[in-house]
């Protein structure tokens, strides 16, 4: 079955890290760029950074540049988020996403963060 | 990286038409090929349903198609059903390989 499944969302409190992971089956996961998404409680989407298919260019949002960082383990199909300095407003579900023609065309189920004290 | 403009909501009787806008710039939507159309329900994740401004996934109905006029991109449900009740979100390249969504459209079936 092809699909994205992510974990290690939690209750983080104010400054902490948190890294998410993304495991991808199903697929050719190191032909895909790959793409982490986010959505806050009763908000819109927010596209934070796309990883070239072997890992070799990140992009950003300038709201996550500097704090966030998206990596990749092609040998085990994992895509990566590692979220630092975190604040109150980081607080969503964030969603994993194959990246190809421009668009976001698999999505997983997303894995929710709450930062909070 | 602002949002794109979408309108908070559209609606429409089964069986009629419903149209979204997505409102940008010459620097993303009316700049690139690049603009695509997502579906979400309640608590679930978004699904494509429009890539590369027209094109439609296999499995998508073809009651959902888009368009774009210069900086605004379109999608039009025809024959709305009861399952197309969601939000719906354009998504699109804005150069130097950074992309943006829309602020989100609720579609009602009344």
């Known amino acids: 079955e092809i699909q994205l499944v992510e974990s290690g969302g939690g209750l983080v409190q104010p400054g902490e890290s948190l890294t998410l992971s993304c495991v991808a089956s199903?697929?050719?996961?190191?032909?895909?760029?790959m793409t982490w998404v986010r959505q806050a409680p009763g908000k819109g989407l927010q596209w934070l950074a796309n990883i070239k298919h072997d890992g070799s260019a990140e992009y950003y949002a300038d709201s996550v540049k500097g704090r966030f960082t998206i990596s990749r383990d092609n040998a085990k199909n994992l895509l990566y988020l590692q979220m630092n300095s975190l604040r109150a407003e980081d607080t969503a579900v964030y969603f994993c996403?194959?990246?190809?023609?421009?668009?976001?065309?698999?999505w997983g189920q997303g894995t929710l963060v709450t930062v909070s004290s | 990286q602002s949002a794109l403009t979408q309108p908070p909501s559209a609606s429409g009787s089964p069986g009629q038409s419903v149209t979204i806008s997505c409102i940008g710039t010459?620097?993303?939507?009316?700049?690139?090929?690049?603009v695509s159309w997502y579906q979400q329900h309640p608590g679930k994740a978004p699904k494509l349903m429009i890539y590369?401004?027209?094109q439609r996934p296999s499995g998508v109905p073809d009651r959902f198609s888009g368009s774009k006029s210069g900086n605004t991109a379109s999608l039009t449900v025809s024959g709305l059903q009861a399952e197309d009740e969601a939000d719906y979100y354009c998504?699109?390249?804005?150069?130097?390989?950074?992309?943006?969504f829309g602020s989100g459209t609720k579609v009602t079936v009344l």
């Open positions: 010459s620097s993303d939507v009316g700049g690139y090929k690049y």
């Open positions: 590369e401004v027209t």
């Open positions: 199903g697929f050719s996961f190191s032909d895909y760029w």
């Open positions: 996403a194959s990246h190809t023609r421009g668009a976001t065309d698999l």
């Open positions: 998504f699109s390249y804005a150069g130097n390989y950074n992309y943006v």
